[in-house]
């Protein structure tokens, strides 16, 4: 393979010329995927027409182990549960959505923060997509990071928040989850990437709930600042879908977040993470 890489956004993003996710990859040629994907935190690799999951499993498992995915088995469509692969989809059968987060738009968020090792990666393949919206956007937390004023990094440092998440929340209306019934870990606000080395923010609108020994309604005030400079445009890559599609991203750096789409349009995403072998690190 000849593979190039050209950056898609000045945010984050570059696109993967020249690879056929179906043939064996070189170890030379997965060096280069992957280090584009470390220096642009999120790529896209196109017309992966007909990729079966096993295809997709494979091309992943290049990067690192598969990680498990732990959707409650009574929100499962019977036909499509796995431990590796989740669908996210709209697309009902005997009236059961196959996948998850059906319909509308999702709140800007990491995957797996509340996990003590969140996946480093997720992917997603392009199966069926409608013909407008369903973006999934992408925020670049190291520049996020960049952009926060000094006194704020200063004030913030070394310490943790909480992170919680009730599966199928899409859009978060309350104020806490029941930490009772659902996955939580705490990690800390800024991360340090264990591969590049550079520091990201590391909380969310979606998941994180409170910043740890810090008065309720000071944290609350500085995370709502956080997350307003979070969804700044200059910061963020939109992708807009097409079939056959292949988008993996750093959750260990980025944020991502859907855009709204019509109901009544089809759309079936396949995903699969990588998991992580390194601790969560504080800057």
Same mark, same amino acid.
């Given at each position: &393979?000849?593979?190039? @890489?050209?950056?898609?956004?000045?945010?984050?993003?570059?696109?993967? +010329?020249? @690879?056929?996710?179906?043939?064996?990859?070189?170890?030379?040629?997965?060096?280069?995927?992957?280090?584009? %994907?470390?220096?642009?935190?999120?790529?896209?690799?196109?017309?992966?027409?007909?990729?079966?999951?096993?295809?997709?499993?494979?091309?992943?498992?290049?990067?690192?182990?598969?990680?498990?995915?732990?959707?409650?088995?009574?929100?499962?469509?019977?036909?499509?549960?796995?431990?590796?692969?989740?669908?996210?989809?709209?697309?009902?059968?005997?009236?059961?959505?196959?996948?998850?987060?059906?319909?509308?738009?999702? &709140? %800007?968020?990491?995957?797996?923060?509340?996990?003590?090792?969140?996946?480093?990666?997720?992917?997603?393949?392009?199966?069926?997509?409608?013909?407008?919206?369903?973006?999934?956007?992408?925020?670049?937390?190291?520049?996020?990071?960049?952009?926060?004023?000094?006194?704020?990094?200063?004030?913030?440092?070394?310490?943790?928040?909480?992170?919680?998440?009730?599966?199928?929340?899409?859009?978060?209306?309350?104020?806490?989850?029941?930490?009772?019934? @659902?996955?939580?870990?705490?990690?800390?606000?800024?991360?340090?990437?264990?591969?590049?080395?550079?520091?990201?923010?590391?909380?969310?609108?979606?998941?994180?709930?409170?910043?740890?020994? &810090?008065?309720?309604?000071?944290?609350?005030?500085?995370?709502?600042?956080?997350?307003?400079?979070?969804?700044?445009?200059?910061?963020?890559?939109?992708?807009? %879908?097409?079939?056959?599609?292949?988008?993996? %991203?750093?959750?260990?750096?980025? &944020?991502?977040?859907?855009?709204?789409?019509?109901?009544?349009?089809?759309?079936? +995403?396949?995903?699969?993470?990588?998991?992580?072998?390194?601790?969560?690190?504080?800057?």
């Amino acid at each position: &393979m000849t593979i190039t @890489v050209n950056p898609l956004s000045d945010a984050c993003g570059a696109e993967i +010329l020249g @690879v056929d996710m179906k043939a064996e990859l070189s170890k030379d040629d997965a060096a280069t995927i992957y280090q584009g %994907w470390l220096d642009h935190l999120v790529i896209v690799i196109r017309n992966q027409h007909e990729l079966t999951p096993a295809d997709q499993k494979q091309f992943c498992s290049n990067f690192g182990k598969i990680g498990e995915y732990n959707r409650p088995k009574d929100r499962q469509h019977p036909n499509h549960a796995s431990g590796e692969i989740m669908l996210v989809s709209n697309v009902r059968e005997g009236g059961q959505v196959i996948g998850a987060h059906p319909d509308g738009e999702m &709140m %800007w968020h990491t995957d797996t923060p509340y996990l003590s090792t969140p996946h480093k990666a997720t992917t997603l393949y392009g199966v069926e997509v409608p013909n407008i919206g369903g973006n999934t956007q992408f925020s670049n937390q190291y520049k996020v990071y960049e952009a926060l004023p000094q006194e704020m990094k200063d004030k913030l440092a070394g310490r943790q928040a909480m992170n919680c998440y009730e599966f199928g929340t899409t859009v978060k209306t309350f104020e806490k989850y029941d930490r009772d019934a @659902v996955p939580h870990h705490p990690h800390p606000i800024f991360r340090k990437h264990p591969e590049t080395g550079r520091t990201a923010v590391y909380v969310c609108p979606l998941m994180t709930e409170e910043i740890i020994d &810090m008065d309720e309604a000071e944290g609350k005030a500085i995370l709502d600042e956080i997350y307003a400079l979070q969804r700044q445009s200059q910061f963020v890559y939109s992708h807009e %879908w097409e079939v056959g599609d292949f988008v993996m %991203w750093d959750n260990r750096c980025l &944020m991502h977040a859907r855009t709204d789409f019509p109901r009544e349009q089809r759309r079936l +995403l396949r995903r699969v993470t990588i998991g992580d072998e390194s601790a969560v690190l504080a800057a």
